[in-house]
């Protein structure tokens, strides 16, 4: 049977920077759409319910830690990443399985914690469908750790909100703006009067 991620440090440390961004969120937006990626234990959904989220929506590829979801009261679909969601939102929030394979862990929680060889496989994969499940002016805030190498950010523009360091690791909280329309029409237009001058 498929464990479920059990509270820790990245955790933690991800809710309290939950804490300090969602009021400002609120503070504009008064009833955004949140969707949680890898809801797991349930510690961010009961984060973001303290905080008075009311659109709240979680997913998870384990159907142990959506049922132990839907337990606790909350919105919880099985999906792996986004494949079973049709809707967008306003903030999405993934703590990913970010460690590099480990041949000894125990299948049991290897879905939970390891993210392919070098630990960004869900990652990328994440980045590359997160942007079509974003409303305008949408924004991801994503957990990483220095142990996940070959992380591909593509296009997104990133802010970091903090950083802890632990014994074997730094654990990074980003946040990630998708380039909306416009931003990719001047980026076009440049393209295009550059290549105009080049090419004269």
């Known amino acids: 049977m498929l464990e479920i991620y059990p509270p820790s440090d990245d955790s933690y440390f991800l809710s309290n920077i939950l804490k300090k961004e969602i009021p400002k969120l609120l503070n504009k937006n008064k009833n955004p759409g949140v969707l949680e990626v890898g809801c797991g234990s349930g510690v961010q959904l009961s984060t973001l319910k303290g905080l008075e989220v009311k659109s709240l929506l979680g997913l998870d590829i384990n159907q142990a830690a959506v049922n132990h979801c839907r337990g606790l009261g909350f919105n919880c679909i099985l999906s792996d990443l986004f494949s079973n969601i049709k809707k967008k939102f306003d903030l999405i929030i993934f703590n990913p399985p970010y460690l590099p394979e480990d041949k000894d862990e125990p299948k049991s929680s290897r879905l939970a914690t390891t993210g392919g060889k070098e630990g960004s496989r869900i990652i990328n994969k994440f980045l590359k469908q997160a942007k079509k499940h974003l409303n305008e002016n949408g924004k991801i805030i994503l957990l990483t750790s220095n142990l996940a190498k070959k992380i591909y950010w593509k296009d997104y523009k ?19 703006n998708a380039p909306t329309d416009s931003s990719l029409g001047v980026y076009l237009g440049r393209f295009l009067i550059s290549y105009k001058l080049f090419n004269t």
């Open 158 to 176: 990133k802010k970091l909100l903090g950083k802890k360091k632990l014994f074997f690791e730094e654990l990074y909280v980003w946040e990630l």
